[in-house]
């Protein structure tokens, strides 16, 4: 069983030693529980999409303490130091062209001329990059296409003793993964993800978004894939009546009654709880009992563009059936 330990100092300087070492490490960030590599090391990050299932052709996003560190490695135009600036720490990432002769292995960009950067808003990660001293990759710590983790234990279960350490600082307050944006191109500004950071806030100061191609051969951000941060029921979207053996996710007070049981993401319409709720109590629900997971109405405004984002790829056909817990 792997271990997991408070988030205190002694073990943060243990879990810098063991990255800087190859290993695999856990840790809180404001949105989701990531599993860390050093990002220069080309067998931790190799043992890295081991150890989640992640398809090769899936770049890792780089974490940094600050956005100097990344200077080395990604270049920033003004729009992104507008946005750094702004927004990091926090829930944003940003897709930017990478320095010839950067220092991060190429299998974590999935040999791409750009790279995924962020700073992550949490105390303890932040702690934890000073002290590595080097720049992180740290997709979510669950197996890949599964449901994100947003509590220590829920990596300790799935992930276990592959993960050398597991950092826990309790439940995340954001609850969904980053925004993800791509700047790589100088003309356009592109939504690959919605996440933590609302596209208004964006849209702000970098005016109106593009969305991602869809006929695009090859996926700019995997993430997107149809099926993902799926748990093993089915999921029904916009639910306005529930089976007696369904499992029903709730939003606000008038939730439809008769499931076999009912988790309420925000008893007073708040998209913020909701999104900090959601993967939890979509982990509960799959271990409810119940036949399927019903989902009411959820409105797209704010962090509601991102839960929505996720519900929709958690009830998307999935490619084969889910065995055993570890899907692609
Ligand atoms: O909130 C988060 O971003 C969390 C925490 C741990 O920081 N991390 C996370 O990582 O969600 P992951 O690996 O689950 O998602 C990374 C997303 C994927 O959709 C990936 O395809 C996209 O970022 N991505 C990474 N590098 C990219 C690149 N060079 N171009 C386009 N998309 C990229
Ligand atoms: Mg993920």
Redesign the pocket.
């Known amino acids: 069983m792997t271990r997991v330990v408070p988030a205190e100092e002694g073990a943060i300087a243990e879990a810098a030693a063991l990255l800087r070492r190859g290993l695999l490490v856990a840790f809180p960030?404001e949105?989701?529980?990531?599993?860390g590599a050093d990002a220069t090391d080309d067998r931790a990050v190799a043992a890295l999409f081991r150890v989640k299932g992640?398809p090769a052709h899936?770049?890792?996003?780089v974490?940094v303490a600050e956005a100097a560190a990344a200077e080395p490695f990604a270049v920033f135009d003004e729009r992104a130091r507008a946005l750094a600036e702004r927004f990091w720490p926090g829930?944003l990432?940003l897709?930017l062209r990478q320095r010839p002769g950067s220092a991060i292995t190429r299998s974590a960009?999935?040999g791409?001329d750009?790279?995924?950067v962020?700073v992550?808003a949490h105390p303890v990660a932040l702690a934890l990059l000073r002290a590595v001293g080097r720049p992180v990759v740290?997709?979510?710590?669950n197996p890949s296409g599964r449901v994100?983790p947003t509590r220590a234990e829920d990596v300790a279960s799935e992930l276990d003793r592959r993960v050398a350490l597991v950092l826990d600082a309790g439940p995340c307050t954001i609850g969904?993964?980053?925004t993800?944006v791509?700047l790589?191109r100088p003309d356009r500004a592109v939504l690959?993800?919605p996440?933590?950071l609302p596209r208004s806030e964006l849209e702000a100061i970098l005016g109106p978004l593009a969305g991602a191609e869809p006929g695009e051969a090859r996926?700019?951000?995997?993430?997107?894939l149809a099926s993902h941060y799926a748990p093993r029921l089915p999921v029904r979207l916009d639910a306005r009546a529930v089976a007696p053996d369904e499992a029903l996710l709730a939003f606000g007070e008038d939730a439809p009654e008769g499931a076999l049981a009912t988790f309420n993401l925000s008893r007073s319409g708040d998209l913020r709880e909701a999104a900090r709720n959601l993967y939890a109590m979509l982990r509960a629900a799959d271990r409810s009992g119940a036949r399927a997971i019903a989902v009411v109405p959820i409105p797209s405004e704010g962090l509601g563009e991102a839960i929505r984002d996720r519900l929709a790829r958690a009830a998307a056909r999935r490619p084969e059936p889910a065995v055993g817990g570890a899907g692609g």
């Open positions: 960030t949105t989701v529980y990531g599993l992640r899936n770049p890792l996003i974490h829930p990432t897709v960009t999935a791409l750009t790279v995924a962020r992550p740290a997709p979510s710590a994100s969904v993964e980053s993800v791509d790589s690959l993800r996440g933590g996926p700019r951000s995997p993430g997107r």
